[in-house]
């Protein structure tokens, strides 16, 4: 009878049985052995509970001269790696004499120990070595082999590996056939990784859930139920990874209310949800907003012993932070005794989600000044808090953010530029934000969508639509957001027959469009005074598209007509919209009648105003406006008084531009404050060459009762006129001036700017309120329709 060698050992198990909580579990099974020494000392190295212990141990095994013996070496690897010393687990393996290295136990350690600790790279060298050695790979290697090809993510790597598996006669070995599977899926490949697993002889669960998986990590929800369909069919229950599998999969492509169906099947089936399925039910919950159903998972959580589970606690951190149970999610996150960096970032994103900014900053703070100094804020951490102050419109706060960020050298991710570049949009930092573009580039991140929606809203609402164009020419795969970018920046720059043309052929591209898409294109024929084809789009929204307009949309037909001078038509569709009226829809038909000088139907509309609920004040401005036009002083000071009962207060014209990097602001009337006295002498200078060359104040544009030089100094003391000065004396000749304004720009402001830019013979791109305003050689691009 043939007897296995007394020191025969099985090292290496196959790699789905290692479990995440230990490194090589009951890794090593042998026979017992006649050498009592190595048995002791394998005994040490299997009970070391500290780094101390392994080393002493290392040295008694040296001291013994049993550092030949591929058995313990093989241990002594596993017990390092174990301890996070794979540096020592390297080196142990590299002074083995070679002699010694003919020993699979060996090989299968290392390699074993580089995979889990991620240094694929390591694997695929020792796998090179092994194979020069004419030392071939068994079962136990070749998954270790291919999981380590599967995580590089080349396709010929992957071919290559497959190919020697098949040679060497692994090919229906079931263990390296569910890893060959599971390879092909994690690169994407699931055409071929269907095919392996057809052709395997035999399955098991393990088989089924490893495709079931690949489809889920593929974004292919539709795949994975036909796998799962297949499974039911050929007798295989579904397991709580298959359950698992098939939830975390449709939560990944959007489809949360199948996620939780299948969740909740589970649960119906009498299948306990482990840790992992409660937090994908929960990002479940947290995404569908099923709060209640967050709650009762919850009760589970608790009852089944899983709040000690820190992702558990992570998960519903994150969940009742996105339903804006901030005192929930506090709750938990001060019950967590070792938090890690998700539990930070869990709750910052909680903070954010609520718009409490200062909260977030404070918590990202704390997190800074940690008393735990391996645990730094991460780029997560960093672009919550940034994205935070950028959605509440705290500029300054984003931006000294990023800088510090940088200075850190932690490296800003797809979500921290978006947010940054929506800054820049709205500072209309160009400069800033060609900055980031250049960054983005360098960082191979210009492929990114959401970098690139990113990128083309920067450009166009900071005036710079040409290249916002070729940024939306070389994105690959553009989506929704993409074309509704490009098309609303068409609109804001007065070229509706661009933006109808872009339309068009994102029709054509076989793309949907939304309700945002048409306040866009509405919008830019509102602009470009295209009254037929907005009126036709109008329309089409309900009777092609099938999306029921809504305020917004109403707001730009009334805006359309109104510009046009169809004030009745328009004010008969305000009357009629199934809406309660809206200041956004009143305020575009009060605008028109200020353009037209309209005062009956600003009257019609006035009536509905005064009932509005509403904290907006350009209503009653407007209106106030158009009766100070018509010299109306007791009327105008009667709606002004009015909007001060009610708690209103008119929002101060304000002009931004940019130079050296550095934004500079100038207010509506501002005095000679400390600063300004240069700019208003360069303003005063250039006024009065302005009216020696034949420019005339339009005073009618003052809707104060005061005398006519006052009038004059008040037109002069408007903030874009500030701003365009300042310019002037600060920008190189040869350079646009570019500035940004809060309000739409006046009539006089208008005048003087297009006199301006034939006089110094300057090109300035103002975006105001509505819209830009290109002013060349004494034209603006709006043909003064506006």
Known sequence: MLHASPSRVLISLPPHILHHRHLFPSHFIRTITSNQETNTLDHLLQTCSTIHQCKQTHTQIIQTGNISSGFLSARLISVYAQFNLLHDAQNVFKHMPIESKYNILLWNSILRANVYHGHFENVLKIYGEMRNLGFFPDGFSYPLVIRACGSLGSLELC?????RVVVSGFGYNLHVGNEVVGM????????????????????????????ISGFSQNYDCEGAVKIYERMKLEGFEPTLVTWT????????????????????????KGIGATAEAVAVGLSVCADVGAVSKGKEIHGYVISAGFHDYIFVNNSLISMYGKHKFINEAKSLFSDIKIKSLVSWNALMSSFAEADLCDEAFELFSRLEKSAQSMMRPNVVSWSTVIGAFANKGR?????????KMQCVKVEPNAVTITSVLSVCAELAALNLGREIHGHVVRGNMDKNILVGNGLIHMYTKCGNLKTGRLVFDRINGKDLISWNSIITGFGLHGLGEDALTCFHEMIRAGME???????????ACSHAGLVIEGKRLFDQMTSEYLITPQIEHYACIVDLL???????????????MPFESDPCVSGALLNSCRMYKNTEVAEQTASHIFNLKSNSTGSYMLLSNIYAANKRWEDSAKVRMLAKTKGLKKNPGRSWIEVKKKVYTFSAGST????????????????LRMEIEGYIPDKSFVLQDVGEEEKKQILYGHSEKLAIAFGHANIPTGMPIRVM?????????????????KMTNRQVIVRDGRRFHHFIDGTCSCKDYW
């Not at 975390?248 to 299948?262: D, I, L, V, W, Y």
């Not at 009745?568 to 569709?573: G, L, P, V």
């Not at 000679?672 to 006024?687: K, M, P």
């Open 562 to 576: 109104g510009r046009a001078g169809l004030l009745q038509e328009a004010s008969e569709i305000a009357k009629m």
């Open 245 to 268: 599998s098939l939830s975390s999969s449709h939560a990944r492509c959007g489809q949360h209310e199948k996620a939780m169906q299948f969740f909740l099947e589970m649960r119906r």
């Open 184 to 211: 092909y899926g994690k690169i994407g490949c699931m055409e071929l990784s269907v095919k392996v697993f057809d052709r395997m002889p035999s399955r098991t669960h393990i088989s089924w859930n490893t495709v």
């Open 513 to 523: 469009p939304d309700g945002i898409t048409f306040v866009g294109v509405l919008s």
């Open 741 to 757: 304004k809060n309000l739409r720009v006046c009539g006089d402001c208008h005048n003087w700017t297009k006199f301006f830019s």
């Open 395 to 403: 500029t300054d706060e984003c931006l000294e953010l990023f800088r």
């Open 159 to 163: 071919k290559i590996v497959h190919c």
């Open 672 to 687: 000679l404050q400390q600063g300004l006295e240069q700019v208003h002498e360069i303003l005063r200078d250039l006024c």
